[in-house]
C-alpha cells in the first residue's frame, strides 16, 4: 500500500512571488511619487539570530526596491535615546515602515517603543490601534505571521468559512490575530494553550491547525485528523549529540506529513511569508501616505 503524504505549503515559493509583485509595484509608482518605498528596522545588541534575521530582510528590501533605513544600536542604549529615533522616523518622510527587532536587551520596554511608532508606519502591525482595527474587522495593517499564514491558505484555495480551526498559542504576536483573522474568515475557531487540559482531544478537532508555542515537536500525528491542513509557526533551534544545530518546527513533520492533508516545513513555509507580508505592509503605507498628498 502506497504510503499517503501530505502535499507542502511551499511558503518560500509564494513568498518569491509576492516580492516579484511588489516590485513591479515598486517600479511603476517610484517615478510619479518621486522617491522609493522606505523600511527602518531597528535593532539594538549583538543577538546573532537577530542579525540574521536583519540582515534578511534587508536583502528582502534591496530585492524588492524598498530602501532601507536600518539602524543597529549598541546594547547599552537607553530607551529614551530610542524614543528619539522612532520619533524622528515618524516624522521622516522618507520612511513607510518602522519595526523594532525583538528581542532586545532586558533594560529596555518593548511595548513602550512599540507604542510609540506612529500606527501607519507599524510595519510589524502589532500597534494597539492596529490590533484594535483587526478586532473591529477594519482597515489597517496586519500582525505579518498571521497575515502571512491567511495568504498561504488563500493561495492553495483551503477553505475556511465554516471550519474547525484550532490555534494552539496565545501570543500577541501569532496567537490572538491568527484566531482573530480566522474569525473574520467565517471559520469556528479555538484557542489553546500549554495550559488546555487534554490538548490532543482539541486539535484532533481541527480541518484547520495551526501550532505557534516554540515548543519542538509539540504535535504529533496521534493529535492531527486525518486530511488536516497543519500550519507549523515554530522556529525551534535544537543540537544533537553531535553537537550539530538545526531548526525545527512546532509540530513532528515525519509523523504528521503521513496524517495531514497539507502541511507547511520548517524552514521554507511561514518563515519567507512573514518578511513578505513586512514588505507588503511597507508597500501598503507607501500608496496610503501618497494617495492622501
Known amino acids: ?11 518560500k ?16 509608482l517610484q517615478p510619479q511619487i518621486g522617491r522609493p518605498p522606505g523600511l527602518a528596522v531597528l535593532m539594538v545588541g549583538d543577538n546573532p539570530a537577530s542579525a540574521a534575521y536583519v540582515r534578511g530582510k534587508e536583502r528582502a528590501c534591496q530585492k524588492v526596491g524598498i530602501a532601507s533605513f536600518g539602524k ?3 546594547t547599552q542604549t537607553t530607551q529614551a535615546e530610542l524614543e528619539e529615533v522612532i520619533a524622528a522616523l515618524n516624522n521622516d518622510q522618507r520612511v ?5 527587532q525583538l528581542p532586545l536587551p532586558n533594560h529596555l520596554d518593548a511595548v513602550g517603543l512599540l507604542h510609540q511608532i506612529e500606527p501607519d508606519k507599524d510595519a510589524d502591525g502589532l500597534h494597539p490601534l492596529n490590533l ?10 496586519r500582525s505579518c505571521t498571521p497575515a502571512g499564514i491567511m495568504r498561504l491558505l488563500h493561495e492553495y484555495a483551503i477553505p475556511l468559512q465554516g471550519k474547525q480551526a484550532v490555534v494552539v498559542g496565545r501570543s500577541i504576536l501569532v ?11 467565517d471559520a469556528t475557531v479555538t484557542v489553546a494553550h500549554s495550559r488546555s487540559h487534554d490538548l490532543p482531544s482539541i486539535t484532533k478537532n481541527a480541518d484547520i491547525l495551526i501550532a505557534a508555542v516554540g515548543r519542538p515537536g509539540l504535535i504529533t500525528a ?51 511569508m512573514t518578511v513578505a507580508m513586512l514588505l507588503q505592509n511597507t508597500f501598503s503605507s507607501y500608496l496610503r501616505t501618497n494617495q492622501k498628498l
Not at 1 to 11: F, H, I, N, P, V
Not at 13 to 22: G, H, T
Not at 132 to 141: A, D, H, N, P, S
Not at 179 to 184: K, P, R, S, Y
Request: hydrophobic share 40%.
Open 132 to 141: 484594535g482595527r483587526l478586532v473591529r474587522g477594519e482597515l489597517g495593517l
Open 1 to 11: 500500500m502506497e504510503t499517503k503524504t501530505a502535499k507542502l505549503l511551499d511558503g
Open 222 to 272: 496521534e493529535m492531527v485528523k486525518p486530511g488536516a491542513v497543519v500550519v507549523d509557526v515554530g522556529m525551534n533551534r535544537v543540537t544533537d549529540s553531535d553537537g550539530n544545530s538545526r531548526l525545527v518546527g512546532d509540530v513532528d513533520f515525519e509523523s504528521t506529513a503521513k496524517v495531514a492533508e497539507y502541511l507547511t516545513p520548517v524552514p521554507g513555509g511561514v518563515g519567507p
Open 13 to 28: 515559493a509564494l513568498a518569491e512571488k509576492i516580492q516579484q509583485e511588489l516590485s513591479h509595484g515598486v517600479k511603476e
Open 72 to 74: 543597529h544600536f549598541p
Open 175 to 185: 496567537g490572538k490575530p491568527m484566531a482573530l483573522m480566522l474569525l473574520e474568515a
Open 96 to 100: 513607510d515602515g518602522i519595526l523594532v
